[in-house]
């Protein structure tokens, strides 16, 4: 069966190479994403051995109701997006596009819930500087690293919202086909790593000294 023209792209003539090419791309493109959340990990877990005490009474301050309602929302969406992508495989357009649609939708609801806890966080004076509110110096760099890890990945959460966007709204108004379509399972890879780097933030930023 020949590939849909609006599928194929240049250089490519065969659509299976395209799709080799496009899932090796996004996987190259994930692991450079992996070493760089890794390298902050790395840094949380090396501050956490030197400062136990700090970071206990630091992950305490943290919103566990927010950080766990995020962690279903986000889960959700990463069953939504896996919907989506078998869908489109399967050829069942609106389908894709309801499951596309909430994928978004649960996406948005994640950064709406940041946002509050983020406002909630600057009123309780939990951003590092002279105000900061708790007395333990070490406390800081676990609330340095809280808002670095954590808006990161809201930007990249942010890039994921737009890249399904465009997959919806064209894949709506049929100017691209959405079947055999490499951008799907690239997306959907994609969105499933900022899920799986949130399964990794959330037990050490909400349940430290939780336990």
């Not at 994640?110 to 909630?120: D, M, T, V």
């Not at 809201?154 to 086909?177: K, N, P, T, Y």
Request: aromatic letters at 12%; hydrophobic letters at 55%.
């Amino acid at each position: 069966m020949n590939a849909p023209t609006n599928v194929l792209q240049p250089p490519w003539d065969e659509l299976s190479r395209q799709r080799e090419g496009a899932t090796f791309g996004i996987w190259v493109f994930l692991a450079s994403e992996l070493l760089f959340f890794g390298s902050l990990l790395l840094l949380y877990t090396a501050y956490r051995v030197a400062n136990p005490d700090a970071f206990i009474a630091a992950g305490r301050e943290t919103d566990l109701w927010y950080g766990t309602v995020n962690t279903a929302v986000l889960m959700t969406s990463s069953l939504t997006m896996a919907v989506a992508a078998q869908a489109a495989e399967a050829d069942m357009r609106r389908l894709t596009i309801w499951c596309l649609g909430a994928t978004m939708a649960l996406g948005l609801m994640f950064l709406a819930f940041k946002g509050f806890e983020y406002a909630e966080d600057i009123e309780k004076s939990l951003v590092p500087g002279t105000t900061f509110a708790l007395k333990e110096p070490a406390a800081q760099i676990f609330f340095a690293l809280y808002w670095i890890m954590t808006a990161i990945h809201a930007i990249h959460l942010s890039i994921g919202l737009g890249l399904v966007g465009r997959l919806a709204i064209f894949g709506a108004l049929r100017h691209v086909q959405l079947r055999e379509n490499p951008q799907v399972e690239v997306t959907a890879l994609y969105w499933h790593l900022v899920d799986v780097i949130w399964i990794i933030l959330y037990p050490l930023i909400y349940l430290m000294g939780r336990s």
